[in-house]
């Protein structure tokens, strides 16, 4: 919905997926705030690596030639959307997921006292459902073409995503650092990038190599840093 609104307004999705990289941020300063969780330099090298080099790849897709057959056609102007609510709209889902995290998570697994894992599933599984039903009636009488074909694969990839949201909400759970922690979730621009580019047997663009250093680099600063700093 976030892309459709960005559409409507003509910004490139490119742009709004830049601003949903600075969820680890959100997320570190509200652990910072509220829980007092000290963010060590290792944390924040990591995470600024990860959020540039997310922000160079989609910041690609604004100097790419705008295709005619691409979705991103500019709407009629009747059915524009002012841009500032483009923008908006995409501050949304990096807001929803960083108080998800800590109002929802914190709340049921410390104070509740109820499993990660049970919760996760539970809650995740009914928000899923809900989704895909109000999403079927909304565009089955909105759009003038559905495609059932697309909306199984959507499916299947909706449910690998719950399966790593699983993962992650149990991660910090288990009180692994959250910002680095979600730093790491946002390397699924890096790999569309490698994917798209098997696929389509092209070489990534300039802005999108250099996405990729950073988004490697800040993930061996995240996770191995130790033997990083041992081999240099």
């Not at 914190?106 to 499993?115: A, G, M, R, S, W």
């Amino acid at each position: 919905m976030t892309f459709k609104v960005a559409i409507q307004a003509e910004l490139n999705i490119g742009i709004a997926q830049c601003i949903w990289a600075i969820t680890p941020f959100f997320i570190s300063v509200i652990d910072r705030v509220f829980y007092h969780r000290a963010i060590d330099s290792k944390a924040i090298w990591g995470m600024s690596l990860i959020v540039f080099g997310a922000i160079f790849i989609s910041l690609s897709e604004v100097f790419k030639a705008s295709d005619p057959d691409s979705p991103e056609v500019v709407t009629a102007d009747e059915d524009k959307t002012p841009v500032w609510v483009a923008i908006l709209v995409s501050f949304c889902p990096p807001t929803f997921f960083s108080l998800n995290i800590f109002v929802v998570l914190k709340y049921v697994n410390e104070t509740l006292k109820i499993d990660a894992m049970d919760f996760a599933v539970a809650y995740w599984g009914m928000a899923s459902a809900v989704y895909q039903i109000f999403a079927i009636f909304y565009f089955l009488q909105v759009e003038d073409s559905f495609d059932w074909g697309l909306w199984v694969n959507g499916s299947i990839a909706s449910l690998l995503n719950l399966i790593g949201g699983i993962f992650s909400i149990c991660a910090y759970a288990t009180m692994a650092p959250p910002g680095p922690s979600t730093a790491l979730i946002g390397n699924q621009t890096i790999i569309v990038i490698i994917v798209s580019a098997v696929m389509l047997g092209k070489v990534p663009s300039g802005l999108q190599i250099i996405g990729l250093i950073f988004g490697i680099l800040g993930s061996l600063v995240l996770t191995v840093f130790k033997e990083m700093k041992a081999f240099v």
